[in-house]
Structure formats: structure tokens, C-alpha cells
């Protein structure tokens, strides 16, 4: 497999200062990993501070500036980061009026951002956690580890960090978040596996003419697999596993996601194929984004997430957002 | 006389954990692109790269010390689940073994029997969930016998994962899939022990040299 690295051992670092580089309203440490807005600690505010395995960009470190998150922290590709990142992020965006960590719920992520809440409360700082879980694919029971936390993801960062960003105390932050995680679901298909740095080749075999349904952000296998689909079928199957399970009673913002590998061109024709599919089953759209927000290094496919919002939510999220990867309203 | 162990017999334990897993990191980085994220092998590679260097640097006193720290160093290296898993194990061992500069293969075994309660504790995992505990809860059964027989149980026990269907960690998602695969968590715990049997081995004959 042909990829545009060094070596594998410093995929994350060589990248963070390649975003530094290209970002000086972002203040990247590159050796603790940690990304946070040059002008953090903001008075006032409540600081929303999320990470994850590397891997899924722009995901978490794309979404860092004013009107979503303070801070981020990058984690080997796929491996939840530690702690002590964690604790250093909440150091330094806290202004006092405490932190919200977003969480992804994959069991690492959990574990670690536990133990990183409990240090920094030692240290005096406030925090308050969300736990995001929007996959559908993953049913949730005493048998699994719980859904798992992809698009969605996105949605919390986006209209809780806006919440904050207007001054709300960490509390109203925290439901805020905790209303749109309950209000989102996600579904994703892989049209190929993606290619680790440290494996070389790819995490799954998926022989031509077939694709995987019900997959994850993290290049494990589906739930099933079924003979290759057109855009059209497979925008009716995604989109009616997350609207069979979200029953939205009122409009919708749709994220039509790219894995990393899938053109927008195709992204683009899959969109087309999601609004219709969503105008025959009576859900309105409010507003709709496409484009590769959560991937999965270069894995080719797609997610589908729906987040339902009221008019409260709405207003957030046409908020003014400056990041290197979502971009409006200013 | 019963035989007891020092320091320095763990910081050995420690380095030849970290031998295991940098020869075995491909084997494990496998078995979790089968049913986890490929990158199992990897991560306790750089982990137990870390714990060997800062056991080196500054040596811990007592065999509790020893754990301890590498328990921490684990937490601040390796991230994902392993990470804390692997290193709320050995910090509770070390805790629970306190402060005596030696220590029984009985202590040992009752030290990291509180150990992997915590490991469950944290994980909510059970034997059974094809996890790391699969292995670890029979090889502390085993190392109240001997170092051989907790390294045979544990290489026993993850085995036995492969038709377990996962109920923990990233596994789980898989469903039904995930049956006929071997737990890398499991795995590697079993690595885990049977570097204990061997470097066990050394010392014993090593003071039968000196006797």
C-alpha cells in the first residue's frame, strides 16, 4: 500500500505540524498533542474539549476555533489519546467557568476520558462530560459496548460549542449537548476497508462486487455484507435505518458524510439520492452538509446522520463557526 | 525456604513483556484487524517500550514500586482501552503488594488477583466476554500453584476465546462475527505470563547456581 508518509511512527506528529503551519489561529503543541484556539482560556465562557484516535479528520482538531471546540486532542491513529492530554487541554482553555468534554463512545475513549475528568477535577477545574452515541448499526444492550459515537459527533461539537460561544453556563452546555447526542442517529457503509499506517494493508478483506453495511469509524467490519448496491439503494437503506430509529417529528439537518476515499462528485449524487429518499418518507430538511467531516483514513463510503432540531437548536447551529474545517456566519 | 522475589525480578518481568510484545506486535496487531481496529500489537509495543525506559531511568526500590510505576507510565503512553486496562492491572498489583522489598509467588498471585478485579471493575467485563479477562483470571488461579501452570492457563484461556462471541470493547459490534476469532487482549495477557514463567525460570536456576 502506497501512502504519503514518512514512517508510520510519526504519522501524528509529522501532521500536527503540517496543521500548525497551516493554521496560526490554532496554537499546536505537537509533542503533548494538544490543539487548542489561540485565544483560549475566553473569559466567561464554558470550553468544550473533545479527542480521539487520529485517523477520522477533520475530526476533532479541524473543529477547533471560535463557536465549536477550545481544544482538541489527537490520539494515535485509532487509539483513544491519554489523559494527560486531556488534563493539559482542560488547563488550558478553562476560564474558570468550567469544561464540557465530548466524548465518543467507544470504550477507550471512555475509559481515559474518565480517568482525565478525575485528575482535572483534582486540579480544580469544573467537568462536565457527553457521551456521544448515534450509531444505529450498533444495538445497544448488555451484549455490545453500546452504540457507537460517529457523525453525531459533529452535531454536538457544532451547536453545544455555539451554546458556549453565546456565554451559556456549563450546565446549559451540557444539556444542550446531551439534546442533540439524543436527537442524532448515524448509519455508515463501506465501500472498501481503510489501510492502517502500522498494518500497511487493509483491515478487512472485501472481495470486488461487495460492499459492508452497518460499519464503524475505525476500519472494523460491519454487520453484514451484501453484493454491491447503487447510490440509490443504498441511500434507501441507510436512510431508512436512521429514520426507523430517530422517528423525527419535525425537521431535520442532514450530514451526508465521505469515509475519506469517496469523491465528492459521488458524495454529491449520493446527497441527491438521501433528500429523495427523506421527501418520500415526509421528513423535512432544514439544512444539509456534505462532505468528509468524520472519516476513516482512506476508506470509500459513506454515513448518513440525521440530527433532528427544533427551532433553539437551529439558531446554534447557524451560529458563526471559524475552524480550519467548518466555516460560516462571519 | 520459600522462594521470594525482589525489585529487580519484576523490572526483569517488565523488560522481557516488552521483548514479547515487540516480537509478537505483528501476531497481535492481526489477530485485532480481525475483529478490533488493528492496532492492538502497536500500541503495547510503544507501552511497554516506555515502561522498560523509565524503569531503567529511575528503578523503584520494591516490587510494589515497580508495578506501580509501570502501571502509570502504561495510563500516560498507550490510550485506547488497553491502556488503562493494562495499567489499572499492574498500579492495583503494585498497590496491593505495598511496600515489602520481597515478595512470594503467593503474594504476587493474591496482589494481581486484586488487580484484575479492578480490571474488571473498569472494563465492566466478565470471563466469558471474550476479553483480556479470559486469560488473566485463570493464570492468577494458576500462579497459586506455580509460574507454569498460570502461563499454561493463560495461553489456555486465550484460546478458548476463539468461539466466545464478544461482549466488550470494540469486538462486541461485530455481533456474531466476531465468533471464531482469538481475543488479542486476551492474547497478549497471555504474553504477559508466560514472560513471568520464563524469567521465573532464569532465577530459579540462577540460585541454584549459586547454592
Redesign the interface.
Known amino acids: 500500500m502506497r501512502m504519503l508518509i514518512n514512517v ?1 511512527e510519526t504519522v501524528v506528529a509529522d501532521a500536527l505540524r503540517g496543521m500548525a503551519a497551516a493554521h496560526p489561529e490554532l496554537t499546536v503543541d505537537v509533542e503533548r498533542r494538544v490543539v487548542v484556539r489561540r485565544d483560549a482560556p475566553v473569559a466567561g465562557k464554558v470550553a468544550l474539549v473533545s479527542g480521539g ?1 487520529s485517523g477520522h479528520e477533520p475530526l476533532h482538531g479541524g473543529f477547533v476555533g471560535p463557536g465549536m471546540l477550545a481544544a482538541a486532542c489527537p ?10 492530554q486531556m488534563v493539559r487541554a482542560a488547563a488550558a482553555v478553562d476560564s474558570g467557568a468550567g469544561v464540557l468534554f465530548v466524548v465518543k463512545n ?3 475513549d471512555v ?2 476520558f474518565e ?1 482525565a475528568a478525575e485528575l482535572a477535577e483534582d486540579e480544580g477545574i469544573q467537568v462536565a462530560k457527553v457521551l456521544v452515541d448515534d450509531d444505529v ?3 445497544d444492550s ?4 453500546g452504540r ?1 459515537g460517529t457523525g453525531g459527533t459533529l452535531f454536538v461539537e457544532k451547536i453545544a460549542g455555539a451554546a458556549a460561544e453565546e456565554g451559556a453556563p456549563l450546565e446549559r452546555v451540557e444539556a444542550i449537548a446531551r439534546r442533540v447526542n439524543e436527537r442524532c442517529r448515524s448509519f455508515g457503509v463501506a465501500l472498501s476497508a481503510c489501510t ?1 499506517p ?2 500497511g494493508s487493509p ?2 478483506g472485501l472481495p470486488e462486487g461487495e460492499l459492508e453495511l452497518g460499519i ?1 469509524i ?4 460491519g ?1 453484514e455484507r451484501r453484493p454491491m448496491m447503487t447510490s440509490r439503494e443504498i441511500a434507501d437503506f441507510a436512510v431508512d435505518a436512521v429514520v426507523e430509529d430517530l422517528r423525527p417529528s419535525g425537521p431535520v439537518i442532514a450530514l451526508v458524510n465521505g469515509m475519506g476515499a469517496t469523491p465528492l462528485l459521488e458524495l454529491y449524487g449520493f446527497n441527491a439520492e438521501v433528500q429523495r429518499v427523506l421527501g418520500e418518507r415526509g421528513v423535512p430538511v432544514a439544512r444539509t452538509l456534505v462532505g468528509n467531516y468524520v472519516t476513516s483514513l482512506d476508506m470509500a463510503g459513506c454515513s448518513v446522520t440525521l440530527c433532528e432540531v427544533d427551532e433553539d437548536l437551529l439558531r446554534l447551529w447557524d451560529a458563526p463557526v471559524e475552524t480550519p474545517a467548518l466555516r460560516w456566519g462571519r | 525456604m520459600t522462594q521470594t522475589f525482589d525489585a529487580d525480578f519484576l523490572v526483569r518481568w517488565l523488560a522481557a513483556v516488552a521483548e514479547a510484545v515487540d516480537r509478537e506486535a505483528d501476531r497481535l496487531t492481526e489477530l485485532d484487524s480481525a475483529i478490533g481496529d488493528a492496532d492492538h500489537g502497536a500500541n503495547l509495543k510503544r507501552g511497554f517500550a516506555a515502561v522498560t525506559e523509565t524503569l531503567a531511568k529511575d528503578p523503584p526500590a520494591t516490587p510494589g514500586a515497580v508495578l506501580t510505576a509501570a502501571g502509570r507510565q502504561l495510563i500516560s503512553t498507550v490510550g485506547g482501552a488497553s491502556g488503562p486496562l493494562y495499567g489499572t492491572l499492574l498500579r492495583r498489583t503494585g498497590k496491593t503488594l505495598g511496600d515489602d522489598g520481597r515478595v512470594t509467588r503467593e503474594q504476587l498471585a493474591e496482589a494481581l488477583d486484586s488487580g484484575v478485579t479492578a480490571v474488571s471493575q473498569l472494563g465492566g467485563a466478565q470471563v466469558g466476554d471474550k476479553t483480556m479477562l479470559d486469560a488473566l483470571v485463570p493464570a492468577v488461579e494458576g500462579l497459586r500453584d506455580s509460574f507454569g501452570a498460570a502461563r499454561s492457563a493463560a495461553e489456555e484461556g486465550a484460546l478458548a476465546t476463539v468461539p466466545l462471541r464478544a461482549r466488550k470493547g470494540r469486538a462486541s459490534y461485530l455481533g456474531e462475527r466476531s465468533v471464531g476469532h482469538q481475543d488479542p487482549g486476551a492474547t497478549s495477557s497471555a504474553l504477559l505470563f508466560a514472560a513471568l514463567d520464563e524469567i521465573a525460570r532464569t532465577e530459579a536456576s540462577g540460585a541454584e547456581g549459586a547454592s
Not at chain 1, 75 to 84: K, M, Q
Not at chain 1, 142 to 145: E, G, N, V, W
Not at chain 1, 218 to 221: D, I, T, Y
Request: aromatic fraction near 10%; charged fraction near 15%.
Open positions: 508510520p484516535g490520539g494515535e491513529v485509532f487509539t483513544s489519546p491519554v489523559p494527560d467507544y470504550t477507550g475509559l481515559n480517568m448499526a450498533v444495538t448488555l451484549y455490545t459496548a457507537r492502517t502500522a498494518k483491515t478487512f464503524g475505525h476500519g472494523e467490519p454487520r
